[in-house]
DNA sequence: ATTAGCCATGTTTTT
DNA sequence: CATGGCTAAT
């Protein structure tokens, strides 16, 4: 046995690493060396002869799955490729890349991203005459997906439409199979349903994966875990890692029950537990228990701190407004980087996106570098969407959607009346739009300036598929940009030079690249939180800061309405996942954490008066 | 077909 | 505030 493995371990790690076979359950708290033991226990099974490809890894985030290979292969010093590390919709991804065929797709499908299904949504809606409101693709789109997260019929979803929208998403489910694509909800549902319908593709993927490790498993939803026990073989090596005080996605369906009955679906199942926290010194965790021994639903624990006293510990500020607030922040991690600390060791966390901005603007005053994650992520750009869209209707011609958006983008003649004659010709065909353009070009389908703009576009895209525009998806989208004119039109646009910047970066990311079908995968799956901040303050929401570690920690906008969000205070269970919220935030803290709260603060350009959140007063009561 | 500009409107969190 | 949908003008 190398020794590196069990090296620095306490008793209860070293009994999950090397626990041999069989179902185990891991409670790991907060600091408790959960990514340690994973990484650790994944080791302990390759150095004890099981093949790296037998071990299938389901991780919360792409950066997680990465963390974890890399720090496999830096204690066992061997390629571990091998080792199939990803999310659980990456995993759904692969898999029907390789099976999507039984469910009659191709292996080059698109995956829509929620802007791309809200479209679709809203065409259907339009297609069966009902009027579109402001936002209400939004909420059939998030019906349509807790439906099937849930696995709970689309009737017994509540909601407060004064129509029925099953016939909405019905055609919305009939659309995606016509043009071949799979929306995020589908890459966990499609699979197991393949899964149960195909003893013989079943047994294959059970009998590949001999070893299942989960982590984060308090956040996995229906869909989710159904899957999962589609793919535990009658062995059941099955590693699930959790900790249902760190439990905040129940919005999106996740399930702490499934962490809870974990023992009821394995009889006999080992459970571990982990209280041991090696990250925050005691006063942070002493606040930090104290918080969340205010929930109710949970498994009563404590977690012991290994560290000592912190030097600065807790501290709670109360500003005036929201501007002191950031300019407070600014100025203490000034000082902090003044003193020699790291700004990668400083994290900035807050409830609401919308609270990034005076962060920014903040810290760009002092000349503080910093990384925002989150919010307007890079690939929801609207010029990378653009870009994107040419892309996938060259990869997959039946992409409607992505059709609608390119074609006539920069404005080139080809209005929505021409778009619908040409939907309407390639109907008369039974053909996708895409590929009957030529023919209705002769058949003098359109005409005009209709006719020279879809020549031209018509012209582009055959010359990407042709690969005459190379094969390396760089070059491709320099052609692409060059010949439709999105350079020419960004160049006249006010922030043009930011959106071509941010062309730019997506190509040096592209370059090198040929397979054009994978490429759209990755960026379709790829999370904001993927990427590394470099030497930078990081500054996020609350929930991305999941699984992350700072020296110090600063939590903004600590009031009522806020954190617990006034959206997520009808019952108490909501407020027990906004206790967690802010539990999560806090013992991410090493060293010590600054909650902060401020009177007034603007909102929607109004100044409103704040009061401090209740989970403050939760807090102090201990200390 | 396109675009400028007005109005209303509505705000969580993300794979 | 900032986005989005709509109208009116080109």
Known sequence: MRPAILDGLNPEQRRAVCYERGPLLIFAGAGSGKTRVIVHRAAYLIENGVVPSDILCLTFTNKAAQEMKTRLRGILGTETSGVWAGTFHAFGAWFLRHEAHHVGYTRSFQIYDEADQRSLIAKCMKELNLKTERGIDATIAWIANISRDTLRDISKIPHRLRFDPLPVIALYEQKKRDFGVFDFADLLTVPSSVLTAMPPVRSRYQNRFQHILVDEYQDTNTAQYTLLMQLISQEANITVVGDDDQSIYGWRGADVGNILRFKDDFPGAEVIILEQNYRSTEDILEAASSLIANNLYREPKRLRAARGKGSRGLEIRELYDDEQEAASLAHTVDELIASGKSPAEIGVFYRINALSRLVEEAFVRRGIPYKVYGGIRFYERREIKDVLAYLRIIANPKDEEALSRCINTPPRGIGEKTLSELQRFARSRGKPTALILKEALEHSVVRGAAARGLKE???????????????????????????????????????????????????SSASGQTDLTRYLEEKALMSAMDVDAGDAVSVMTLHMSKGLEFDHVFILGVEEGLLPHSRSMDTSLDIEEERRLLYVGITRARRDVVLSWARVRAMYGRESFQIPSAFLAEICHST
């Open 457 to 507: 576009f018509l012209s582009l895209v055959q010359v990407c598929s042709s690969g005459g525009a190379g094969s390396d998806i760089a070059d491709m989208i320099e052609v692409i940009i060059e010949r439709s004119g999105i350079k020419r039109s960004l160049e006249g646009e006010l922030d043009g030079p930011d959106r071509l910047m941010n062309i730019r970066e997506l190509m």
